[in-house]
């Protein structure tokens, strides 16, 4: 059974501060990496992918991947209480199966 | 931006009757999925769809489930006879690429009375 784990938190960060969410995944062929935010009872929005070893940054996050490790972080930089919602972890693995596996999510919530 | 789209938002139906969610990927992408959440649960993956046919499918997607593609915009996923565990939400998702980002729709929210 390939698995991806996240804290289920919460994880409480005050405003203006560095978010870190992390997640393993258990599949070591696993080939993309994908961090998707859900509000309450809304659907997941993409919010960062990426597919190599190191760093990926897109205005406030960056994306690691440690493909040895088989570890992905998300880092949100300048915490705004619009980032309180569910971070969920996903990946697909090889063989071009393209399925997504999901974690559980991480809910962080941004204290003012 | 483009977006999926998926009707209805709410479906309410009786314990084995048929339902069609329907969705309306991006229209450039070529990958088609249906995932489903239970209240509280994680995501879970139902079926991938290219080139006009199944490409895989999880053990949820049993003889009661089947996707098509009937026109070049929608892609439906039917439940035969639906049962109380189908109540979900049901999320219809596409993607340009193999492996690539898949976009989410809003949903369907599923309620089997």
């Known amino acids: 059974q390939k698995e991806v784990e996240q804290n289920s938190g919460p994880l409480s960060v005050p405003e203006g501060a560095i978010a870190s969410l992390n997640c393993t995944y258990s599949d070591r062929g696993s080939q993309s990496f994908f961090w998707y935010r859900q509000y309450s009872g809304k659907s997941p929005e993409l919010i960062m992918f990426?597919?190599?070893?190191g760093d990926k940054e897109d205005g406030r996050f960056t994306a690691q991947l440690n493909k040895a490790s088989q570890y992905v972080s998300l880092l949100i930089r300048d915490s705004q209480p619009s980032d309180s919602a569910t971070y969920l972890c996903a990946v697909t693995s090889n063989f071009g199966n393209e399925k997504l596996t999901f974690g559980t999510g991480t809910r962080l919530t941004i204290i003012p | 931006e483009p977006e999926v789209t998926q009707t209805p938002s709410h479906q309410v139906t009786q314990m084995g009757q048929e339902v069609i969610l329907r969705c309306v990927p991006i229209s450039n992408h070529l990958y088609f999925y249906w995932y489903r959440q239970i209240l509280g649960q994680k995501v879970e993956f139902l079926v991938s769809f290219y080139n006009n046919e199944i490409s895989e499918k999880s053990e949820i997607f049993d003889d009661q489930f089947s996707v098509e593609r009937p026109d070049g915009s929608n892609f439906t996923l039917k439940i035969r006879s639906t049962k109380l565990e189908d109540s979900a939400m049901y999320f219809c998702?596409?993607?340009?690429?193999?492996?690539?980002?898949?976009?989410f729709g809003d949903g369907t929210r599923l309620s089997i009375l």
């Open positions: 998702a596409s993607s340009g690429a193999v492996q690539g980002p898949q976009h």
């Open positions: 990426i597919y190599s070893n």
